[in-house]
């Protein structure tokens, strides 16, 4: 018995919309399974991984904050995958956003002022962007692989922040922990409804560049110049659309929005600069992306699902004892479905016995006559 | 003398992981899949390896636990690309994050516990010759292993009808699969091959570079391996070289970093990192030599017509 798969005529607009969910709901299937095996009650597991996380309003809170940077990075990774062109260094575009984007309170942790907080964040998007520049450059000029080039920049970015806080930017008076100074009340990002829980303005950024990275994409000439030169290189050149500006477009773009989230990430949630600032963002936030089939607004709920992954890893350490690698798992698992479950889109799949063949084959010929 | 020798050896040590990874997605790239999951399918080695061997006290059957673990982790990827026509890039990064996520949740418990270590190579007269008896006689068996292989792809793919078969359909598999040929076949076959490998090769790190388990001990190696291929233009012999290469730089910040040299040690850590990139550059500077080594079909999914 095989495989094979058949060519739809057309796309098939069902599994396109269906598919996410597929693959959603064969990831809790593998994942009740994969929890029997660790011996724990799948249901009792799957109700601590997936629902307990989110049953109370400081708890959304708690997603809100693991989905921003998910989202902000997505968003822009959508526009480097449409545009073929593969950036999976995000995490070190997040990391070297964050350190740039501390320069201010970290190196001048007096000053004060409504100013601060804005040149922040326009910091760490200059510098995510800038640092998205290098492979962007290797590529552009000299036809490096940006997959290898951007992946191996992520190692860079993270001993570089692991130097900085131990050594240059340590908190002299932070008993000798590897940590920045506290960084003060107007280098904070606010707190969105601070009564209820610690949900910040990173959540409300990452909306804003949905929406506005969605209408680029669906309304604007730049989107469509985006798509045409992924899925076809040769007919966007003769558009006129050059590919070396996009591969700059698409990594900056994509690594200012990753910077962005990096600083968010530090002067909401953190509040200080430390020698891991990431539980693997700009990873799973490729995940992200595809979830949310390289829709920006698809992505909003994708991030928001991923977001409970972490959570949920949390709660099953805490309350179950396994260890919280297990929303790695999860993630991946749910990567591996989604990419499955688009397969569906474009073909049909039929499973064909060994002995079916040789009347097929004769059926062919006759048809063939 | 002692010295010299001792860092020979560290160096081959700290090659022999990354060539044999290399040298397993060479396979798999030649018959024209990109498998980006070589990290997730070295660091299921690394635990498959130190697992096995720490419950049976044989780091044999160790060994042999890791080939299998890497095997089996890229049939899934197989299935995946193969079978269903997915994306092989996005498939191979969740074949890394599936890899990371699964060994650190199978090692939780094998943290900080010894390791059974490969015992090295020991011939009695051969191995005591002075200087030259323990480089050639005196290693460790997975690296007398990684050489053979070496020899015995480049002499496959270069000297044998099968390996002519396997680079066509890198080449062009539509014109492949038109002579009759079972490029799916074949594409499976290759696609475990290269995660037996990389199996193998995390099972070195985790029995012979360091008898130990680290979560994420792999560090990048899977990544640098993939760009080791490029760097040999898809050539066997190359990518030996470039694996020493390798080797000798991340022993040489290691040994800068014992040292005491007054460079903070987190920038002699990024050195292979940085040298990865500065090779990749130079390669792909000289479009002649890549054009005409990348195999055509490389990344592009196939699905047969019937």
Known sequence: ?369 | MDITVNILMTIATAATPLLIAAIGELVVERSGVLNLGVEGMMVMGTIGGFGAAYLTGNPWIGLFAGIALGALFSLLFAVMTLSLATNQVATGLSLTILGLGLSGMMGTNFVGLPGERLPNLYIPVLTDIPVIGRLLFGQDPIFYLSIVLVIAVAWFLFRTRTGLTLRSIGDSHTSAHALGIQVIRYRYLAVIFGGACAGLAGAHLSLVYTPQWVENMTAGRGWIALALVVFASWRPLRVLAGAYIFGAVWIGQLHAQAFGIPVPSQFLSSLPYLATIVVLVLISRNKRLTMMNTPASLGQPFVPDR
């Not at chain 1, 069902?14 to 994942?31: C, E, N, V, Y």
């Not at chain 1, 680029?216 to 469509?224: A, E, P, V």
């Not at chain 1, 829709?295 to 991923?306: E, K, Q, R, Y």
């Open chain 1, 1 to 369: 018995m095989r495989l094979e798969l058949v060519k739809r005529p057309q796309r098939s607009m069902l599994f396109s919309m269906l598919s996410p969910f597929i693959a959603f709901a064969l990831t809790i299937i593998a994942g009740a399974i994969m929890f029997a095996f660790l011996g724990v009650n799948p249901a009792t597991a799957l109700f601590t991984y997936f629902i307990s996380p989110i049953t109370e309003v400081w708890q959304i809170h708690e997603l809100a904050i693991k989905a921003a940077p998910l989202i902000l990075i997505a968003v822009g990774l959508s526009i480097c995958y449409r545009a073929n062109i593969w950036n999976i260094g995000a995490e070190g575009q997040f990391v070297f956003g964050a350190i740039i984007g501390s320069i201010v309170p970290v190196l001048y942790p007096e000053l004060q002022g409504p100013f601060v907080l804005p040149m922040m964040l326009l910091m760490g998007m200059v510098g995510g962007a800038l640092y998205a520049g290098i492979p962007a450059f290797l590529k552009a000029r000299f036809g490096t692989n940006e997959i290898l080039t951007s992946l191996m920049l992520v190692y860079v970015a993270q001993l570089f922040l692991d130097w900085m806080v131990r050594g240059p930017w340590r908190d002299p008076k932070g008993f000798n922990f590897p940590q920045t100074v506290q960084f003060n009340s107007s280098a904070v990002l606010p707190e969105l409804m601070p009564m209820s829980g610690r949900a910040n303005l990173g959540f409300v950024f990452a909306l804003i560049a949905a929406v506005l990275v969605w209408f680029m994409m669906s309304r604007m000439l730049k989107g469509f110049e985006v798509r045409v030169l992924g899925s076809s290189p040769r007919a966007g050149r003769f558009a006129g659309f050059s590919l070396n500006r996009m591969v700059f477009f698409a990594f900056m773009l994509s690594g200012a929005l990753a910077g962005l989230a990096g600083i968010s990430e530090v002067s909401g949630a953190i509040g200080q600069l430390q020698p891991s600032i990431s539980p693997g963002y700009g990873f799973t936030a490729i995940i992200v992306a595809f979830l949310g089939r390289l829709n920006p607004l698809g992505i909003v709920a994708a991030g928001l699902v991923l977001g409970l992954t972490y959570l949920g890893g949390e709660a099953a350490q805490s309350v179950l004892g396994i260890s919280d690698k297990v929303a790695r798992v999860f993630q991946g698992m749910l990567l591996f479905f989604v990419l499955g479950c688009d397969t569906l889109i474009h073909y049909r799949i039929r499973l064909v016995g060994l002995g079916a063949s040789k009347p097929q084959v004769a059926a062919k010929l006759e048809e063939a006559r």
